[in-house]
């Protein structure tokens, strides 16, 4: 297996800043020291992921994942550790001088043979459009729609014939069992169990994956059957093991190589797509002929933090953007804007009408989902007239009123009296009050807010005040990383994030962790004096702190963060993300001793289990030693010095 040398990891984890790499698909803003955005693994309201420059490391207290930028890539892109290292690399400019074929993921075989078989399709039927003679009436179709030869090539479009053999005895010349073919979704199969080829007469669309793989089709009818059965113009691969309708996107592949310098563009439909892309557009992407899914949605957030809608201009087409919008948004991670094709025509039709230039040009000219809303109401209406304009008024001013910032209703206000005549002061004096909820702020309710302040039974490790031990806690005014923030003094209020609770004593613990990853000095006084962590997961990280220390002399936590065992992330960077303050030698001790007493008392609860369970065997002998030491531990307890 190629290994990455530990020297390269070490080179890229440098070169790289997380919080740019992770402000591409996050977006993060300042909030006391680290940078908080909302979670990209999870749909949320109140952003609860957090990053931290210095260190290096993320966290999100919500759902746990946490970790370094490798890790960040591993979850994002579920991607295995060398991949990520990979990935990193390239975005940085880094050769890492390794083939990393050996460490990909085995993929099933059964889907590895049904890909072959797709890839053989695409290529079958592309020959036959572009070569046969039975390709050439759909060839010609194409042209007719303005398709250039190097626009086929590049989308692989194809021809299934009339003769609805040919596939099958193609694949099984190539060596394709019957098994595969079944399941790969291109043979209808009769009720003997023999196989036919499911498209006949229909220019073919190789649908692909985010890698590029082809997994399905989608055939465009050339003829309307002579025997007047009513047949769908388009009709997609059945559902396999490869091809999911819901999950696809046409183009996705292709165009995602090109986010970076401009946001995808959904469009309706194929056509539309390979329309744009020889327009020079090439972030076109469009859903499998029904109505965009929550899955597509998801897909397209992860792949780019904002996307443009361009559907028909007409009626239909606006009326679907709507529909679209309300999905879209309730997807928080997305900024969404619109392109509104003029005279109801579609992309196509603009861009046989005006030029590709103009069409370009047209991509550019986005409108907010507010405004295309504004502009739907007023579409079709007969603002001349009295009644017709009040209307659109109450209507417009409902919407306009539901926008939080002032600045952007004033714009809002402004396009209304522009259109209406009606004096922009007049027409906010009559603007319903509102109080719209801004996405992202914090939410309120008793589980977000502060913890109540400690009783006395519960002072907090002795020397720290109040340090509650972990995320989201009351810290005053210490530096601490995280927790519940006021105003940072740069116009955000950091998010106040649920935690779990933790006692005195693991607190202590989680401190006194914390510090012993800060101060070798710290570290090597446990090591040598024997000191156990009570709580096993927290010897785990402090044992796996030890032995990166060693062979690490920088101590940077966003390494350690590649050494710790995946069952533990969560609580490592959790821990991590804590900024403790500077610490004396008789604070340390105090937070020993006071780990000490949490060893006794756990030791005391397990011996009166103990003893109760010798005592229902009537094992008197084991029954009086248990009782003697629980005796002795009572009186080492008591003879502690309080903490």
């Known amino acids: 297996m190629a290994a990455i040398p530990e020297t390269k990891i070490d080179e ?16 993060l803003h300042k909030a006391g020291q680290n940078m908080f955005g909302l979670c990209p693994f999870q749909d949320e309201k109140t952003p609860s992921f957090s990053v931290n420059e210095s260190k290096q490391i993320f ?91 190097a626009t086929i090539e590049h989308f692989n479009i194809g021809f299934a014939p009339v003769d609805g053999t040919l596939l099958r005895s193609f694949v099984t010349a190539h060596g394709f069992d019957y098994d595969v073919q079944r399941k790969s979704g291109m043979f209808a199969e009769n009720q003997d169990g023999t196989l036919h080829d499911r498209f006949i007469d229909r220019v073919m669309f190789p649908l692909t994956d985010i890698n590029g793989d082809v997994i399905g089709f989608s055939g465009r009818m050339l003829h309307k059957p002579s025997n007047g059965r009513t047949i769908g113009k388009y009709v997609n691969s059945p559902e396999t093991d490869l091809f999911a309708k819901r999950e696809v996107l046409f183009n996705l592949g292709p165009a995602k190589n090109d986010f970076k310098q401009s946001p995808p563009i959904l469009f309706e439909g194929f056509m539309d797509v390979i329309a744009a892309y020889q327009a020079g557009v090439t972030t076109g992407i469009a ?24 559907y028909d201009g007409d009626e239909p087409g606006q009326h679907a953007t709507g529909r679209a919008l ?54 079709g209406k007969q ?25 952007a209703q004033s714009v809002y206000l402004s396009q209304v009296a522009k259109l209406t005549g009606v004096n922009e002061a ?32 519960d002072p907090g490790p002795g020397g720290f005040g109040g340090w509650s031990g972990g995320s989201g806690g009351n810290f005053g005014s210490s530096s601490f990383g995280n927790g519940n923030f006021g105003s940072n003094g740069s116009g955000h209020t950091a998010p106040q994030v649920m935690r779990p609770h933790y006692d005195r004593f693991e607190k202590a613990e989680r401190l006194l962790l914390v510090l012993s990853w800060r101060d070798p000095e710290i570290a090597t006084r446990l090591h040598q004096t024997d000191f156990v962590f009570p709580d096993a997961p927290y010897q785990t990280l402090f044992d796996a702190w030890l032995n990166f220390a060693h062979e690490n002399e920088d101590g940077a936590i966003a390494g350690f963060l590649d050494q710790v065992p995946e069952d533990l992330m969560a609580t ?33 609860a397990a011996l009166k289990v103990e003893m109760t369970q010798a005592q229902q065997l009537g094992d008197k002998q084991t ?19 309080s903490v």
């Not at 390794?98 to 592309?126: C, G, I, M, S, W």
């Not at 029904?290 to 998801?298: I, K, P």
């Not at 046989?352 to 109401?377: D, N, V």
């Not at 804590?578 to 756990?602: C, F, H, N, W, Y």
Request: hydrophobic fraction near 40%.
């Open 623 to 641: 029954s009086l030693t248990l009782s003697q030491q629980y005796i002795e531990l009572m009186r080492t307890l008591k003879a502690r010095p």
């Open 426 to 457: 007049d027409l906010k004096t009559s603007m319903p009050a509102s109080t719209p909820v801004t996405p992202g702020l914090p939410a309120t309710g008793d589980e977000f807010g502060p913890e109540p302040p400690a009783d006395e039974e």
């Open 383 to 407: 603002l001349t007239t009295d009644q017709e304009k009040l209307d659109y008024i109450h209507d417009a001013l409902a919407l306009v009123a539901r926008e939080p910032d002032p600045v």
């Open 59 to 149: 966290h999100c207290f919500s759902c746990g994942r946490g970790g370094n930028v490798f890790k960040f890539v591993m979850e994002y892109d579920h991607l295995a550790f060398p991949q990520a290292v990979a990935k990193v690399a390239d975005y940085a400019g880094i050769e890492l001088g390794v083939d990393l074929d050996a460490n990909r993921p085995v993929e099933d075989p059964a889907k590895v043979a049904q890909k072959a078989l797709l890839k053989q399709t695409q290529d079958f039927y592309h020959h036959i459009l572009v070569n046969a003679e039975s390709g050439s009436e759909a060839l010609a179709y194409l042209h007719k729609r303005g398709l250039e030869d």
């Open 287 to 310: 859903s499998m002929g029904t109505s965009l899914t929550e899955e597509q949605v998801g897909i397209i957030a992860h792949q780019s933090r904002e996307m443009v809608l361009c």
């Open 326 to 379: 309300e999905l879209i948004e309730r997807h928080s991670r997305l900024k969404v804007s619109v392109v509104v094709l003029p005279d109801g025509q579609d992309p196509d039709e603009f861009i046989q009408s005006r030029g590709k230039e103009a069409f370009q040009q047209q991509m550019t000219q986005t409108i907010t989902p507010l405004g295309f809303r504004l502009h739907a109401l007023a579409t």
């Open 12 to 27: 890229v984890r440098n070169a790289v800043n997380i919080v740019d790499y992770i402000g591409q698909f996050v977006s």
């Open 572 to 604: 490592a960077t959790d821990l991590a993300m804590m900024t403790p303050p500077e610490s004396t030698d008789e604070e340390v001790d105090g937070l020993i001793a006071q780990i000490g007493e949490k060893s006794i008392r756990d030791r005391l």
